[in-house]
């Protein structure tokens, strides 16, 4: 297992338009995060999952956006119609967390997918 | 003003000198990470820490519960070490198991 992986790396789409990021989390992790970042801030929670189930949305993931992780493995973002103000590097990240246990593990970050929007 | 705050923003070091960079949070945490960034790159964990001190190579974190705040320090620092170096905390209690507040980061240039 070579880590997170993110495709694509890059994307670049007109305002309007629906893009979908992909994440591969490392396989025996059981949760995976999504995060935004901006230029010159620190990443944003977006969102996580515990397996399959997605328990937790940020107020800043909006009605355009929607996250799936449907058999428990890899993860998409999806947004629709994008807007300019979309254009950020998304960030996955996975970990292995015991369900009993305190949750502070350590997250194993993508190398980010970073989305322009014309 | 933000619950996680780094300091300084900016740094710029010669190569050799003895680099610190500060966090200080303003909620209990039960942990609290630091990382880097290079530019275009992802995110690599440095560190997690709840208390005390851990040291990897030329890279220290210290963490001081009570006072809310938390150090990263790098010996002999090189220009390989210039990038984005974020703090990031894990509230404690609730149900957020694993999200993360960040701070803003901390740009670290080395110059040689």
């Known amino acids: 297992d070579t880590g997170v992986s993110q495709d694509p790396r890059h994307k670049i789409t007109k305002r309007g338009q629906n893009v979908t990021f992909r994440c591969d989390p490392i396989?025996?992790?059981?949760?995976l995060y999504w995060y935004r970042q901006t230029l010159g801030q620190g990443p944003e929670f977006l969102t996580y999952?515990?397996?399959?189930?997605?328990?937790?949305k940020s107020r800043l993931l909006s009605d355009r956006f929607s996250a799936e992780r449907p058999k428990g493995s890899f993860s998409t973002l999806e947004i629709q119609r994008t807007e300019q103000g979309d254009s950020a590097m998304y960030l996955c990240?996975?970990?292995?967390?015991?369900?009993?246990?305190?949750?502070?593990?350590?997250?194993?970050f993508g190398a980010g997918s970073r989305l322009t929007v014309l | 003003k933000n619950e996680v705050e780094q300091s300084p923003q900016n740094l710029t070091a010669q190569e050799g000198e003895f680099i610190t960079i500060n966090c200080s949070y303003s909620?209990?945490?039960?942990?609290l990470h630091w990382l880097q960034q290079h530019p275009g790159g992802g995110i690599v964990s440095l560190f997690m820490?709840?208390?005390g001190k851990k040291k990897h190579g030329r890279l220290i974190a210290t963490i001081n519960i009570q006072e809310k705040h938390s150090s990263l320090h790098i010996t002999a620092s090189h220009p390989r070490d210039s990038a984005v170096y974020i703090c990031?905390?894990?509230?404690?209690?609730?149900?957020?198991?694993?999200?993360?507040?960040f701070g803003q980061g901390t740009i670290l240039t080395v110059h040689p």
């Open positions: 990240a996975s970990s292995f967390t015991l369900f009993t246990g305190t949750g502070a593990n350590v997250l194993t």
């Open positions: 396989s025996e992790h059981n949760r």
């Open positions: 999952f515990q397996n399959e189930a997605q328990l937790e």
């Open positions: 909620v209990g945490i039960s942990a």
């Open positions: 820490l709840s208390s």
């Open positions: 990031a905390v894990k509230r404690a209690g609730g149900t957020s198991y694993g999200k993360l507040t």
